[in-house]
């Protein structure tokens, strides 16, 4: 999603979180829209729904984003365990943020170019 529709800024956020050993270094610093920056807090894991397992949440700095999602509409959809994991710990297609990619879409911003 783009910082300027949020209506808030984006925050730095550790991938791995400086309580389970992350370091402040820019291979462990991304930004992050408050909504995913709040629901992640210090976690690494999710539960993935479909597995019923637990297993590492999305890094966005080692993992490639069409590898783990796709794009339906408006939703995000997870590929992968680690994507619907992430997809549901994440609460990536609440309702808020399908209307602002509807937003973005009419402002030319959606689809996303990868």
Known sequence: ???S???ASFHVEHVIP???GGRDVLDNLVLACPGCNLRKTSRT??????????????????QTWQEHFRLNGF???GLTD?????????DMNHPRRLRIREVEER???????F
Request: charged content about 20%; proline content about 7%.
């Open 1 to 3: 999603m783009h910082e």
């Open 107 to 113: 402002f030319g911003l959606y689809p996303p170019v």
């Open 18 to 20: 400086r309580s389970k």
């Open 75 to 77: 939703q995000i959809e």
């Open 82 to 90: 680690v994507g619907r994991a992430t997809v549901e710990a994440l």
């Open 5 to 7: 529709l949020q209506g």
């Open 45 to 62: 894991m999710a539960m993935d729904s479909k597995t019923g397992e637990r297993v590492q949440l999305f890094h966005p700095l080692c």
